[in-house]
């Protein structure tokens, strides 16, 4: 049986954000595989948990300010990338503080920064420190270049880890 992992995720300071357990694909030199089949259940904040009518493989790095999920059969993306703070570990937790940007891949293979509007808003109410700010937007900008570009882990890396998990689509 795959090892669980649980991801959870905050915004900045400290409020809860997303809740929900993945199965540990492996590893690679870009981080730790992971596995959220179709009705995995998930929840954010003090909301109802929910099930996930999309299942994605998805990629914890190392010290990346990102996490990133890459979806075989979502109706309108291919790829979602979490900007945020580099991920820790704890035993088989992991957890981020998610800061807003985020990065997509839609099904004409356009990428693009999102919720700019919702970093800057929180950048201004919750006093975001200049080197959160820095980080996110470096790593946001660097995640559409890599995407854009089709450089791994954005490209037959992805392709690979999701043909482990969901087989051939």
Known sequence: MAELIHVETTKFPDRPHWRFDVLALGQDEFGTWVQAPTGTHIQRGSEQPFALTSGFVGLI??????????????????????????????????TQIDLDLDVVRRLDDRVEIIDQDEFEENRATHGYPDELVEGAIEAANRAVALAQAGVAPFNEVAARWIERAFGSK
């Open 61 to 94: 790095p190392g010290d990346d300010w990102w996490l990133v999920e890459f979806y075989p059969d979502h109706p309108t993306i291919t790829m979602y990338v979490n900007i945020g703070t580099p991920p820790k570990w704890n035993d088989t937790t992991v």
